[in-house]
């Protein structure tokens, strides 16, 4: 090994931290100071644990008061990548993620009824918007209280139980949305526990007994396992029975209720280790021999560790550029403290009037973790996004038909962290450590291995809202734009111009990079025909890339039960190869067949094309600019090779 001797004592404080995640985005309307990450150009990083809690057998305690210190000292020059690793290898990976959180989202503060959330819905299909995760947010239950500490001046945010003026069936609503592959998410604040007011109340006093009941309402206690224990039961199990997907822990009230009582350990971070663990739940309530559903975590970041807990909810952003600005960068360096998972609120939940910025900051969810839009109760933050021109409209539609199309590549990403802790928003430093360009352009990164993004923070100028910036392009492969595949040759820094209805958005040539046809329901929809684009090679190149596949829900992949399939481009010169090994590996749910469309953008004719040896036609894609070739089915576990010779 190769390394630079350095000394190191525990004193030496930091100056080269790439920075980390925060907390919450709550009432921020622009730069703020971020938590240290594990990265630095120091080469090195410590986590001080002394003092913090155990945890063991489901419960928290204090430390022996003999246990004098504990630090993590992470030791790694240049090496991103293997710090990153050890993260994991301290505190274990970032699970896997349910994949349709993955997918569109839509959400807003507002008193809907049940005709209203149908309205929602049709609408998406209407407007040809895709659609997978409807939220529900706190008008879903009554808010009645009398009692309690409350929250922003209202007791009302609390509740469990379901305002049947509003939704009048909730498990008809949710069987509904659920036949149409739509998941339901509810909202909930549960700082003050179940209260006389609840439904289940008078179950769940009976449950925990006279000893917790004598004195009146018990508190709210999340060091009690007993207590809450029984809390999770009650206060879910009706909605849970309904069917929906997951709760949405709101928590806010760190400020109020700082430490779980009897602990030095803060509320959120715990909670969130109790939500995550609650939702993780046999797919049948016998639960015997039955496959179980992975974790589905959607509340703030509680810092180290929480990366076992995705996916995070950022919190209600102010909506304008200069937020939009440092929500990329944000995206960016969470991905250094193992925070790989943001549900941003797409346009701010505060504010953001403004078409121009609400599209913009819609293109940079092209790029995210999820594609989720949220706003605090108002007539005119409604977010769907054909309110907010005409013009604004078709921009949005083509990133979410865009953010469908690349559902296969996203998911794929996703499994790297799981593998290697590797974010999927990567700041370019991680891939190029030993480049100093890789660390003067904060508002540009890596979204998974093949694509590059660069999201417009700006008002454009004239009647196109046209925006020109600089953008770094690594070197070793040329860059293609998504949009309107101009080339961008790699190892320089070039001037980008964008209109409202492009984005600097790069693919890798010489890559396959994996997509699908465009699905209303991106994350559920089977991949029964892969679309495979390789923008163009170098001669003699040959590179590739692996698609990851599995159920999308269960805890299946930790047991093996997935499907990978390894991608090939190849550039002979007058003849270029692309190959789709077989699918090796198995999960429920695979499809048994897949046709395959292997686009060629930049490839204006051949002379001949063979798909397995045999001859058959390419036909020429206007907006691609390039050939398609389109298969027949084949058993997925077949290998499928293209081949086009006298390629121009």
Same mark, same amino acid.
């Given at each position: ?37 594990? =990265? ?30 504990? #630090? ?30 993955? @997918? ?31 939220? #529900? ?21 609390? @509740? ?16 509904? #949305? ?192 999820? =594609? ?254 390039? =050939? ?21």
């Amino acid at each position: 090994m190769h390394g630079k001797e350095k000394g190191w004592c525990l004193t030496d404080g930091q100056s080269g931290n790439l920075k980390g995640a925060l907390c919450t985005v709550d009432g921020i309307g622009g730069p703020v100071e971020r938590e240290e990450g594990l =990265l630095s150009r120091d080469g090195w990083f410590l986590i001080n644990d002394t003092g913090k809690d155990v945890y063991k057998n489901g419960k928290l305690s204090f430390r022996d008061r003999n246990h004098v210190q504990d #630090f993590y000292l992470f030791v790694y020059g240049t090496d991103y990548k293997a710090a990153l690793k050890s993260l994991a290898a301290v505190s274990g990976p970032a699970p896997m993620t349910r994949k349709y959180v993955h @997918g569109a989202w839509y959400c807003r503060w507002w008193p809907y009824t049940a005709d209203d959330y149908r309205e929602l819905v049709a609408g998406y299909h209407e407007h040809n918007f895709p659609l997978d995760i409807m939220v #529900f947010d706190m008008d879903w239950h009554k808010k009645v209280y009398d009692q309690g500490t409350g929250h922003a001046f209202t007791r009302g945010w609390s @509740g469990y139980s379901w305002n049947r003026e509003l939704i009048p069936d909730p498990a008809g609503l949710i069987r509904e #949305f659920k036949d149409k592959d739509v998941y339901v998410v509810l909202n909930e604040h549960p700082h003050d526990g179940l209260r006389p007011e609840d439904d289940a109340y008078p179950a769940f006093a009976r449950a925990l007994g006279a000893s917790y009941t004598s004195e009146g309402v018990p508190v709210f206690d999340a060091g009690d396992p007993f207590y809450m224990k029984h809390f999770m039961k009650y206060a879910h199990q009706e909605a849970d029975s309904m069917g929906i997907a997951f709760w949405w822990l709101d928590w806010q009230q760190d400020y109020a209720y700082p430490l779980v009582r009897g602990t030095s350990t803060k509320h959120l971070p715990w909670l969130n280790e109790i939500y995550y663990n609650y939702s993780m739940r046999p797919l049948s309530d016998d639960g015997v021999g039955k496959r179980v559903l992975r974790g589905a975590g959607f509340s703030r970041w509680g810092g180290w560790g929480d990366h076992r807990h995705p996916i995070q909810f950022s919190g209600d952003a102010v909506g304008n550029w200069e937020m939009l600005r440092f929500e990329v960068d944000l995206t960016t360096t969470s991905g250094n403290a193992g925070c790989f998972f943001w549900a941003h609120d797409i346009g701010g939940f505060y504010d953001g009037l403004d078409p121009e910025l609400y599209t913009r900051w819609t293109q940079f969810g092209l790029l995210n973790s999820s =594609l989720r839009i949220h706003s605090v109760v108002g007539e005119k933050s409604d977010r769907r996004p054909w309110l907010w021109g005409e013009r604004e409209e078709a921009a949005m539609r083509e990133v979410y038909h865009l953010r469908s199309r690349l559902m296969p590549y996203i998911y794929s990403s996703v499994r790297q962290c799981y593998d290697d802790m590797l974010p999927l928003n990567r700041g370019l430093y991680i891939e190029h450590p030993e480049t100093e360009e890789a660390y003067k352009h904060p508002g540009e990164f890596y979204f998974g291995d093949l694509i590059l993004g660069a999201p417009v923070t700006e008002p454009g100028k004239g009647e196109d809202k046209t925006v020109v910036q600089k953008v770094w392009f690594p070197e070793g492969a040329n860059w293609y734009s998504l949009f309107d595949g101009k080339k961008y040759e790699g190892g320089q820094t070039l001037e980008v111009v964008s209109t409202l209805e492009t984005s600097p958005v790069f693919v890798k040539g010489g890559y396959p990079l994996p997509m699908q046809p465009y699905r209303e329901r991106m994350a559920s929809a089977p991949l029964d025909t892969l679309v495979v684009r390789c923008y163009p090679g170098e001669k003699g190149i040959e590179n590739h890339y692996t698609l990851y596949e599995d159920d999308g829900q269960t805890l299946d992949y930790q047991a093996g039960r997935f499907a990978t399939t390894d991608l090939s481009y190849e550039n002979q010169g007058d003849k270029l190869v692309i190959r789709m090994a077989g699918s090796k590996g198995s999960y429920e749910g695979q499809p048994r067949k897949r046709a395959y469309v292997v686009e060629l953008p930049g490839v204006k004719a051949g002379r001949e094309v063979r798909v397995n040896g045999k001859r058959v036609r390419a036909s020429f894609d206007g907006s691609l600019q390039g =050939l398609v070739i389109s298969t027949r089915t084949f058993a997925v576990d077949k290998e499928v090779v293209v081949e086009l010779t006298g390629i121009q």
